[in-house]
T-cell receptor
Framework: RKEVEQDPGPFNVPEGATVAFNCTYS??????FFWYRQDCRKEPKLLMS???SGNEDGRFTAQLNRASQYISLLIRDSKLSDSATYLC??????????????FGAGTRLTVKP | DGGITQSPKYLFRKEGQNVTLSCEQN?????MYWYRQDPGQGLRLIYY???????QKGDIAEGYSVSREKKESFPLTVTSAQKNPTAFYLC????????????FGPGTRLTVT
C-alpha cells in the first residue's frame, strides 16, 4: 500500500462547479498535512496547510480526518485557472530525520468553460 | 525577494556524460532536498541535507551525487551511472523543524540522448 494515495483523476468539471479531492495516508504518526498545486511543467506550490480543525481560504476548504486517516480539499465555484494537478503531502514529524515528507502522485483537475 | 533558484531550466546531454544541476536558496533554510519527477508520477526523493557538510540518501540515490559546502547551495550531479536520467528535477528547502512546508525551485528539465 502506498503511504499517500490520491485518485489520479482526471476530474473534468464545468466552470462554477464544486469539486472535492480525497487523499488517504497510511502512517498514523503523520503530524502535518498540506495541499500543493502543480501546473503543467512547473514546480509544486503550496496551496494550503491542513489543520485539525479544518481551514478555509476563499473558495478552498481543507479538512483532516485523523480517525480515518484522510484529508480532503474542496474547491467551490471552480475557475478555469484552477486547472492543475493537486498534490497531497503528509509529514511524519521525526526530530532525528528530516526525510519525512511523503507526496501523493497528484489529482489532475480540468475546469472547462 | 527570497526564493529558490535552479539553473538551467532546460538541459540536454549526451549519454555517458556527467551533468551538474544548480540549486541556490536565500531563505536561510537549513534543510534542502532534491526530487525527481517522471510524467504522471509523484515526487521521489534523491538526496537531502539538514546542515552544511552533511547529506543523506533518499529513496533513489543511485547514480546521483550531491555536496553541501554552503548553506545556500545544494548542487546535484547526475552521473553516467544513472540508468534513466531524463526527468524533471526539483530542488526544495524548508526550515529545520519538520512540521514546516517545503518550498520548491522552478525545476530543471534534463534530457539525455
Amino acid at each position: 500500500r502506498k503511504e499517500v494515495e490520491q485518485d489520479p483523476g482526471p476530474f473534468n468539471v464545468p466552470e462554477g462547479a464544486t469539486v472535492a479531492f480525497n487523499c488517504t495516508y497510511s502512517n498514523s504518526a503523520s503530524q502535518s498535512f498540506f495541499w500543493y498545486r502543480q501546473d503543467c511543467r512547473k514546480e509544486p506550490k503550496l496551496l494550503m496547510s491542513v489543520y485539525s480543525s479544518g481551514n478555509e481560504d476563499g473558495r478552498f476548504t481543507a479538512q483532516l480526518n485523523r480517525a480515518s486517516q484522510y484529508i480532503s480539499l474542496l474547491i467551490r465555484d471552480s475557475k478555469l485557472s484552477d486547472s492543475a494537478t493537486y498534490l497531497c503531502v503528509v509529514n511524519i514529524a521525526n526530530p532525528f530525520n528530516n526525510n519525512d515528507m511523503r507526496f501523493g502522485a497528484g489529482t489532475r483537475l480540468t475546469v472547462k468553460p | 525577494d527570497g526564493g529558490i533558484t535552479q539553473s538551467p531550466k532546460y538541459l540536454f546531454r549526451k549519454e555517458g556524460q556527467n551533468v551538474t544541476l544548480s540549486c541556490e536558496q536565500n531563505l536561510n533554510h537549513d534543510a534542502m532536498y532534491w526530487y525527481r519527477q517522471d510524467p504522471g508520477q509523484g515526487l521521489r526523493l534523491i538526496y537531502y541535507s539538514q546542515i552544511v557538510n552533511d547529506f543523506q540518501k533518499g529513496d533513489i540515490a543511485e547514480g546521483y551525487s550531491v555536496s553541501r559546502e554552503k548553506k545556500e547551495s545544494f548542487p546535484l550531479t547526475v552521473t553516467s551511472a544513472q540508468k534513466n536520467p531524463t526527468a524533471f528535477y526539483l530542488c526544495a528547502s524548508r526550515k529545520t523543524s519538520s512540521l514546516y512546508e517545503q518550498y520548491f525551485g522552478p525545476g530543471t528539465r534534463l534530457t539525455v540522448t
